[in-house]
């Protein structure tokens, strides 16, 4: 059995994945620290993993991706001196089987690189991504599996940080749904314009995008949800004919499948 320890260096968390062969075995996630050091990560994992009926020995690969440049050799060295294996690293010179259509390559993080592998292969072409999470990023997948763009606008958690920040009288809030849309206290007027306001972003932006990837069948676009936050949002809106939490695990995978 083929045993592969994925690895999204995210924003905002580290999440973990251990496949055997195809299968996803089991799934965690820990908050991003730049300050952690190599040992400490490396005591975290191995806690991690054995938690989850996992031993590091058990390992046969390893795929990482990241958003966090700083951490990239830390989280390496850790998974390198816990187990002995050399991680494939997704960037330069490794196999995506998709083609990037973007100004500046190098400007496209590696994990929207591998969502868009794991689309393409799991959901179909064309498609459009959503990633909620740090920030709220749509990708785009035309009809020949190329990733050609997207936007990014501000996450629901930066946005009440912000307003918390940088307002006298606002307070943190659970990013939930209110009752109402029209809110009748401080936090709901909260939860709506950050939960309910980023449901109507969501959609007003698959349209455009949909519009703009099949202009004469916007029905044919797969749309896939994901990102720590997505499980808000999913729920509220009709848009998603997917939502895959762990399609950056799966498309990390198959990365590591392209390039044995």
């Known amino acids: 059995m083929d045993r592969i320890f ?9 999440t973990f994945g251990v496949f055997e062969d195809d299968h996803l075995r089991t799934t965690a996630r820990i908050s991003t620290d730049p300050d952690r050091t190599a040992d400490e990560l490396g005591l975290i994992i191995e806690g991690l993993l054995k938690s989850r009926g996992v031993e590091p020995s058990q390992l046969n690969s390893i795929a990482m991706c990241s958003v966090v440049p700083p951490l990239t050799h830390t989280v390496h060295e850790a998974i ?15 196999k995506t089987g998709i083609r990037v259509s973007y100004d500046r390559t190098q400007d496209v993080g590696t994990d929207r690189i591998a969502d868009a592998v794991a689309a393409v292969a799991l959901y179909g072409k064309p498609a459009v991504i959503v990633d909620i999470g740090t920030a ?26 912000a307003l918390y ?23 709901a007027s909260m939860q709506s314009g950050l939960v309910l306001g980023n449901v109507e972003l969501v959609e007003g932006m698959v349209r455009r995008f949909t519009e703009e990837l099949s202009p004469g069948a916007p029905e044919d676009c797969k749309i896939v949800a994901t990102g720590g936050l997505a499980a808000v949002i999913a729920p ?4 998603f004919d997917v939502h895959d939490p762990d399609l950056t695990l799966k498309g990390l995978r198959l990365i590591h499948e392209m390039n044995r």
């Open 136 to 161: 709220t990023v749509f990708n785009a997948i035309n009809e020949n599996g190329e990733y050609i763009g997207g936007a990014i606008a501000p996450g629901m958690r930066s946005a009440a940080e």
């Open 80 to 94: 390198m001196d816990l187990t002995g294996i050399d991680a494939l690293v997704v960037g330069p010179g490794v």
């Open 236 to 239: 509220l809106t009709q848009v």
């Open 6 to 14: 994925a690895v999204d260096i995210g924003n905002t968390n580290l």
């Open 165 to 187: 920040n940088n307002t006298a009288q606002l307070r943190r809030v659970e990013l939930a749904a209110p009752d109402s849309v029209i809110g009748h206290n401080t936090v």
